[in-house]
């Protein structure tokens, strides 16, 4: 009892990452239709960025830092990635741009930082605090309080202030808030930066615990990905109980089946999903009235 | 204050409008009257900068607003309540007239007092009140009618575009839409209307345009259009 309860512990935080990068997806979906599919890469860069940084600062004062760095990232994806494709209104364009642009970022960084996986410094003591016989990082702890923290302010934003509510109109009906003085493209932009941010904070608060390097956004976008259709695409709430899921079958599954299996059960929920509930478990599916 | 000058538009290859043009003065109601398929809602998309128009020119205040993106004409002062209603569903009530002011919200436009001009707009449509927090998409038709039109005014409009307000509306909102009408013509806000119901729109408007295939075939004043025989025949007839 005591080692599945530990197994859910490790879950939780590993699912919480899952769940912050797929908020990301939700996000550029929500107001473009559209996905960047270089979201694991948005991870990756912020946290080798953070780690660049980590040599210079401490690790509080570089969060900021790397925030901005990941807004400007997800801009720059969208101005050269996605709004062309908008912009010819190319059903698809989007999906092979952004998964170029992720490449791209991978070789870069594969050069910059090279191939190897590189420790990054924890910023909170490492020994974990012993809790009724389970033992939590102090770490795992600020994961899942930051990635409940940035989804919440995002969420009140968009609630309390006009700017919000106008991301809100804007995934509601696109030309019925031009009408309304919406500068709608504006949004598309903002909600890019605000998706590779959400990424590159998920990086560098995960890379203190795992290892940091060009590869580490490719499963952890992929089953992100994966987190977004389970949950449902356009579900806040969705993505949180999906991430938890995930991430704790995860860890029981290489536990008491075996590490090599571990990645099957997120899939296999993914197209139990898919067959019985496609528009996620608490997605809205669309009803259009003509 | 509205001055549309020789007006081409085109959905890709094929062309709906031909050398529209008309004026909607300061205070006064306009009607666009003609058969479904005629161009009326296109026309209304061109001036609002929802399509872009082909050739052609339109100016609000003076000032050119040909071909601008819909966000930027929205604050030059020009307000379109879209056929359909097209409200935020996922929003409420109050959310939804709050995003007409965007532009006073924001920047761009007058501020003005946006919360007493919320109190007026839930005055002028009590049900709104009611439901004012209520998620949008859930309201009835009506109701949803009343909300795009209140949207459209809390901007404070130069301008205000009215698309067949009264669509898919039962007999006794049709009235109420065309009651409200009236009183907002008593405020002197200056409209153009596009309305299926022709016989009511004429009734409430100084003058009026008739829209045939994409071109204007008759216009004159609201009163003279009434008794024109081509116009009754045609609009007037077996509707009323």
């Known amino acids: 009892m005591e080692i599945l309860a530990q197994l859910i512990v490790s879950g939780i935080a590993l699912g919480m990452i899952y769940a912050l990068i797929a908020f990301g997806y939700q996000l550029t979906f929500a107001t473009s239709g559209t996905l960047n599919f270089g979201q694991g890469e948005a991870l990756m860069l912020g946290a080798l960025v953070g780690l660049t940084l980590v040599g210079h600062m401490s690790y509080w004062l570089m969060l900021p830092l790397v925030l901005v760095f990941g807004a400007l990232q997800g801009i720059f994806v969208e101005r050269v990635g996605v709004l062309p494709a908008i912009k010819t209104k190319s059903e698809f364009g989007w999906i092979m741009t952004t998964i170029s642009l992720a490449i791209i970022f991978k070789n870069v960084a594969e050069n910059v930082w090279g191939h190897d996986d590189i420790t990054f410094p924890s910023p909170l003591p490492t ?26 302010a995002v969420e009140m934003f968009n609630r309390k202030s006009i700017y919000g509510k106008a991301v809100v109109a804007t995934s509601n009906d696109r030309d019925a808030a031009g009408l309304m003085g919406i500068n709608t493209g504006m949004v598309i932009t903002f909600s890019y930066a605000l998706s590779s941010m959400t990424a590159a904070f998920a990086g560098v608060l995960i890379a203190p615990l795992t290892l940091t390097g060009s590869t580490m956004g490719v499963v952890l976008g992929l089953k992100a990905f994966s987190v977004a259709i389970i949950g449902g695409l356009n579900s806040g709430m969705g993505v949180i109980v999906g991430g938890l899921i995930l991430g704790i079958v995860e860890t029981t599954t290489g536990y008491y089946v075996s590490t090599g299996y571990k990645d099957v059960p997120g899939l296999v929920l993914l197209l139990l999903v898919l067959a019985i509930k496609p528009s996620g478990l608490f997605g809205k599916s669309v009803i259009k009235k003509v | 204050m509205l001055q549309i000058e020789n007006l081409n538009a085109a959905y890709g290859k094929v062309e709906v409008l031909h050398n529209i043009s008309l004026s909607v003065p300061k205070g006064k109601v306009v009607t666009l009257i003609g058969s479904n398929g005629a161009g009326k809602t296109t026309t209304m998309r061109a001036v609002s900068g929802m399509i872009q128009p082909t050739s052609g020119k339109i100016s609000l205040n003076g000032k050119a607003i040909t071909g601008l993106p819909s966000n930027k004409i929205a604050r030059s002062g020009l307000a379109h309540s879209p056929e359909g209603r097209r409200v935020f569903a996922t929003l409420s009530v109050t959310d939804n007239l709050l995003l007409g002011a965007f532009p006073r919200l924001t920047f761009g436009r007058e501020k003005g007092d946006v919360p007493g001009d919320l109190a007026r707009i839930f005055e002028l449509f009590p049900r709104l009140k009611e439901r004012a927090e209520q998620q949008a998409g859930t309201l009835s038709g009506g109701e949803q009618q009343m909300l795009a039109m209140g949207r459209a005014l809390m901007l404070n409009p130069d301008v205000l575009l009215l698309d067949e307000p009264s669509m898919g509306l039962a007999p006794l909102l049709v009235k109420e839409v065309f009651r409200i009408i009236s009183e907002l013509k008593g405020r002197g806000i200056t409209m153009l209307l596009v309305e299926q119901f022709a016989a009511a729109a004429l ?19 609201a009163g003279q259009l009434k008794n024109d025989p081509a116009v009754k025949a045609a609009y007037l007839g077996a509707a009323h």
């Open chain 2, 203 to 221: 009734e409430v408007a100084d003058y009026g345009y008739v829209l045939e295939n994409g071109r204007i075939s008759v216009h004159g004043p």
């Open chain 1, 127 to 152: 020994a974990p605090i012993q809790f009724l016989g389970i033992r939590v990082l102090p770490m795992e702890i600020l994961v899942v309080v930051g990635a409940l923290a940035i989804m919440l």
